[in-house]
């Protein structure tokens, strides 16, 4: 693989993933990198990038913005499985694992920027670049972590506080408040597993206790309810 390619796409993640986040700049990597395939996407809000089953071609780098991975049965019926707001690489899983196509839907809750990577570009790249191997780790190292943190609160909380993990995960990488949850009650149902009925109780319960609010039919958190979620959900 070329030196210089590889050093651009070296310096442009590690930008993306900093502790300080993009903060813009490295024009002639950014350069390079797209006369090799790679591209900049700013996306609305509500925007898929990522569509399941579709062909895995491109690995997809979150640099700002918000971002949901959704989940779909044969019925039809969805689940969010995950709700980053920090940079987060979409399709590597597929690319590691040898997935033709993806496994999920990715798309943007709030106005995004992305960086599109062709994936043979993403894969030679990690043959030889330790960095860039590391970097990658540390990614899927994260995502299985927030995995594996769900699964373990929803198998040992009651469903009323599943329901406020739930909004505690769907909040905590916000930067921007007060935040909309954009599934539906049904949807979100379905993903705790909880009778429709049984989750308008407990909304009602989290409500009463300053933990979430309705504005305009929409479950709302503002960034005091956010910190309070957090506190609650850290005594559990």
Same mark, same amino acid.
């Given at each position: 693989?070329?030196?210089?390619?590889?050093?651009?796409?070296?310096?442009?993640?590690?930008?993306?993933?900093?502790?300080?986040?993009?903060?813009?700049?490295?024009?002639?990597?950014?350069?390079?990198?797209? /006369?090799?395939?790679?591209?900049?996407?700013?996306?609305?809000?509500?925007?898929?990038?990522?569509?399941?089953?579709?062909?895995?071609?491109?690995?997809?780098?979150?640099?700002?913005?918000?971002?949901?991975?959704?989940?779909?049965?044969?019925?039809?019926?969805?689940?969010?499985?995950?709700?980053?707001?920090?940079?987060?690489?979409?399709?590597?899983?597929?690319?590691?694992?040898?997935?033709?196509?993806?496994?999920?839907?990715?798309?943007?809750?709030?106005?995004?920027?992305?960086?599109?990577?062709?994936?043979?570009?993403?894969?030679?790249?990690?043959?030889?670049?330790?960095?860039?191997?590391?970097?990658?780790?540390?990614?899927?190292?994260?995502?299985?972590?927030?995995?594996?943190?769900?699964?373990?609160?929803?198998?040992?909380?009651?469903?009323? /506080?599943?329901?406020?993990?739930?909004?505690?995960?769907?909040?905590?990488?916000?930067?921007?408040?007060?935040?909309?949850?954009?599934?539906?009650?049904?949807?979100?149902?379905?993903?705790?597993?909880?009778?429709?009925?049984?989750?308008?109780?407990?909304?009602?319960?989290?409500?009463? /206790?300053?933990?979430?609010?309705?504005?305009?039919?929409?479950?709302?958190?503002?960034?005091?309810?956010? /910190?309070?979620?957090?506190?609650?959900?850290?005594?559990?």
């Amino acid at each position: 693989m070329d030196k210089y390619l590889l050093d651009c796409l070296d310096k442009v993640l590690a930008g993306i993933f900093s502790p300080a986040g993009w903060s813009g700049g490295a024009e002639r990597e950014l350069a390079e990198l797209t /006369d090799h395939g790679c591209a900049l996407h700013e996306l609305e809000s509500g925007t898929p990038f990522i569509q399941c089953d579709f062909p895995a071609r491109t690995v997809w780098v979150l640099m700002r913005g918000g971002t949901q991975v959704i989940c779909y049965n044969r019925r039809g019926s969805c689940s969010v499985q995950d709700a980053p707001e920090k940079p987060q690489m979409f399709g590597l899983m597929e690319q590691i694992s040898g997935y033709l196509a993806y496994t999920a839907t990715v798309e943007t809750t709030r106005p995004s920027l992305l960086l599109s990577i062709p994936a043979p570009l993403m894969m030679d790249a990690l043959e030889v670049s330790v960095p860039l191997l590391r970097l990658a780790l540390t990614d899927l190292c994260a995502l299985a972590e927030r995995a594996m943190n769900r699964t373990e609160y929803q198998a040992l909380h009651r469903p009323r /506080d599943n329901l406020a993990i739930f909004l505690h995960y769907s909040c905590r990488e916000a930067k921007q408040f007060p935040l909309v949850i954009r599934i539906t009650r049904r949807e979100m149902a379905e993903q705790l597993h909880l009778h429709l009925r049984s989750l308008y109780r407990y909304l009602d319960d989290l409500k009463l /206790d300053g933990l979430c609010s309705v504005v305009h039919g929409h479950i709302t958190i503002t960034r005091e309810q956010a /910190d309070l979620l957090a506190a609650y959900c850290q005594g559990l």
